[in-house]
């Protein structure tokens, strides 16, 4: 037998064949990918990792999962966004706004989105449920206050400073609902060690339990038996 026999895998054929079968297989599994990876970065898709954007409309918490050993968003009752309730086309049009003018600011020139971004300041994954905004009941308009102004904000004057970037009442509100959608998006509890805001409500007042009036005293002309 020939050595180049005794060497059919190293021989040219096989090799050749060997690199159309794996291309050929790693195409059809890419294809696989592409569609399962659009299926869980859609919003509002079957694979319920990106909420709708009408998500907006309700509360979002933070809450740790001991099945999957991290934080995973919770959507609670509803509470819309500076009070107002809005169908998925005017909460998806209020998102893209504020998503625009994130990328308009250039805010991923300090921040990171999602882990993405630079590292000079927070990251905004889910600075809708951050602590420093102080209660829920004035979040938004905190927000909004610190979006347009944040030069006039107490915890802006310690260390890194944001600049004034010009960024108008409608650019703010659009931006504080692009943060709300996606501090609910599933991110397999990135970042990690984040304390949520405390967004419980606060208990009920029991009700004043009704006080018995004492029994009127009974007529001794009606009370005293009939004297035979």
Known sequence: MSQTQALWWASESFWRKTAIWVTAGSFVVLIFLTFDTVDQITAGSKANRVKAYSVI???????????RNFQVPVIGPEEPLFGKKLTEEEAMALVSHGKLTTQAKNCMNCHTL???????????????????????????????????????????????KMPNLGITEAEARAT??????MSAIDTNGFPTNFKPIDQSDPAPVPAPVPVAEPAAAADPAVAAPAQQ
């Not at 000079?120 to 009941?137: C, N, V």
Request: aromatic share 14%; charged share 30%.
């Open 57 to 67: 409309n309700n509360r979002i918490d933070y809450v740790f999962d001991e099945k």
């Open 114 to 160: 999602l882990g993405n971004g630079a590292y000079y300041a927070p990251d905004l994954t889910k600075s809708w449920l951050d602590p420093a905004w102080g209660s829920k009941e004035t979040r938004e308009e905190t927000m909004v206050d610190f979006l347009m102004n944040p030069q006039d904000r107490l915890h802006n004057a310690l260390g890194r």
């Open 176 to 181: 504080v609902a692009f943060l709300k959608w």
